[in-house]
């Protein structure tokens, strides 16, 4: 009998994989995507965090089954990763985090503390006192503002601000194709590391109401620093398939600022923020019937 599988750390995978127009499933102990000529093509589904799934992709119910082991996210997205339809491993896989997480958002000081930790790690210093979030909002958006402008000028690029129709992707100009790209890439990966860590996607504190709320809020202090020059770059050359271009390098840019090692203590360090404790179990709480098996994997993963 092999030994039963244990997920690898978020900070020892590679970060994001997309799959288009192919069968995945378990054969003969692998994981492999199957092309309509019947080639196989492994995948080493337990070093990826995340793997993103384009149309023309069908799961088996094995291959579901295994990923969930291994710790690995399967998001469904739309073509040039334009729309995210699911993901695979839904809300949180720590209670107790979970319960930190949601008192935190709930409390409005609490929140208060953990945006301007957000601001302060996002631009470098500290925001400005007796400020209140929407305030601070609006602060955030003339600086971002100011750096697409920035970076349009740096890479010689007609910028006409941040602009795009999902419905109509084609018609999107090409400084927006490559930044949705590139931030489906980041939020992917994002995704991935907030659920490794047992906390939920969709209760965020600067964005809210929406599934990825978690996700925008942590994938927007790193955006800047990594996809966004990226995807200016690209657009610079007018590349014929941008959306290929800017996930490759995308992926260079994760591995070159380390991100993946980053984003988990990144995330406690905002959380911490708030200055209260874990939330202790009470004590007429009934515990787990079935214990969860300690694994060397990051702190919510589940099996």
């Known amino acids: 009998m092999l030994p039963p599988l244990k997920p690898i750390q978020i900070k020892d995978r590679i970060s994001?994989?997309?799959?288009?127009?192919?069968?995945?499933?378990?054969?003969?102990?692998?994981?492999?995507?199957?092309?309509k000529n019947g080639i196989r093509t492994q995948v080493p589904i337990g070093g990826v965090a995340c793997l993103m799934l384009e149309p023309g992709t069908r799961v088996s119910h094995a291959a579901v089954?295994?990923?969930?082991?291994?710790?690995?996210?399967?998001?469904?997205?739309?073509?040039?990763?334009?729309?995210?339809?699911?993901?695979?491993q839904p809300g949180g896989a720590r209670a107790d985090r979970l319960l930190y997480q949601a008192k935190l958002a709930l409390d409005d000081s609490l929140r208060l503390k953990v945006v301007?930790?957000?601001?302060?790690?996002?631009?470098?210093?500290?925001?400005?006192?007796?400020?209140?979030?929407?305030?601070?909002?609006?602060?955030?958006?003339?600086r971002?503002?100011?750096?697409?402008?920035?970076?349009?000028?740096?890479?010689?690029?007609?910028?006409?601000?941040?602009?795009?129709?999902?419905?109509?992707?084609e018609s999107g100009d090409m400084p927006n194709r490559c930044l949705s790209s590139a931030t489906a890439c980041l939020y992917g990966i994002s995704e991935a590391a907030i659920l490794a860590a047992g906390y939920a996607p969709a209760v965020g504190f600067i964005h809210t109401g929406k599934p990825q709320s978690f996700v925008y809020d942590i994938a927007d202090i790193f955006k800047f620093e990594t996809v966004v020059p990226v995807a200016f770059r690209i657009a610079s050359r007018n590349p014929s398939e941008p959306e290929r271009e800017v996930r490759l390098a995308c992926r260079d840019s994760f591995r070159q600022t380390?991100?993946?090692?980053?984003?988990?203590?990144?995330?406690?360090?905002?959380?911490?923020?708030?200055?209260?404790?874990?939330?202790?179990?009470?004590?007429?709480?009934?515990?787990?019937?079935i214990p969860n098996k300690e694994g060397i994997g990051d702190a919510g993963h589940r099996g």
Do not use: T
């Open 16 to 35: 994001i994989l997309f799959i288009e127009k192919g069968n995945l499933d378990v054969l003969d102990g692998a994981f492999v995507v199957i092309d």
């Open 116 to 142: 301007r930790r957000m601001y302060a790690l996002r631009f470098g210093e500290a925001p400005p006192e007796r400020r209140s979030i929407e305030q601070l909002r609006g602060i955030e958006g003339a």
């Open 65 to 88: 089954n295994l990923a969930s082991r291994v710790g690995c996210l399967l998001v469904w997205i739309g073509e040039a990763g334009v729309r995210l339809y699911s993901a695979g």
């Open 144 to 169: 971002v503002r100011r750096i697409y402008e920035v970076l349009s000028r740096q890479f010689g690029i007609q910028w006409k601000g941040r602009n795009y129709d999902f419905e109509e992707w």
């Open 258 to 289: 380390r991100l993946l090692h980053r984003i988990i203590p990144m995330i406690e360090e905002i959380l911490a923020a708030g200055e209260i404790p874990l939330p202790a179990k009470p004590d007429d709480s009934i515990g787990a019937v």
